[in-house]
């Protein structure tokens, strides 16, 4: 099982910056790949940005076309974290930003969650 805390969520206006953090209860060595997903109310929950995180992974990154050049994804392995950098927010950016973790080593693959962070900026 792994749990994961997100947190750097918060109220910005457009044009400012936050940096979400996702730490991981187990070595994030030992999973496949970690991201942020967010969710708009009435909306579904879509990728924004993953990043392989095991321990012979490059670390390789994968964004959503709409936060390309102004989100970035990152790791620390010492701190089985994952970060979350958004610059130049707006107001579309507004949601829940959860983070994922994807364990491949199990067959199904298993994925797990966090609880959410809030992410709201105003104009």
């Known amino acids: 099982q792994v749990q994961l805390v997100e947190s750097g969520g918060g109220l910005v206006q457009a044009g400012e910056s936050l940096r979400l953090t996702c730490t991981a209860s187990?070595?994030?060595?030992?999973?496949?790949?970690m991201g942020w997903y967010r969710q708009a109310p009435g909306k579904q929950r879509e990728l924004v940005a993953q990043?392989?995180?095991?321990?012979?992974?490059?670390?390789?990154?994968t964004y959503a076309d709409s936060v390309k050049d102004r989100f970035t994804i990152s790791r620390d392995n010492a701190e089985n974290a994952v970060y979350l950098q958004m610059n130049n927010l707006e107001p579309d950016d507004t949601a829940v930003y959860y983070c994922?973790?994807?364990?491949?080593?199990?067959?199904?693959?298993?994925?797990?969650w966090g609880q959410g962070t809030q992410v709201t900026v105003s104009l």
């Open positions: 994922n973790a994807v364990v491949t080593v199990s067959v199904p693959p298993r994925v797990y």
């Open positions: 187990i070595s994030i060595s030992s999973i496949n790949r």
């Open positions: 990043i392989t995180t095991s321990i012979r992974s490059s670390g390789s990154t």
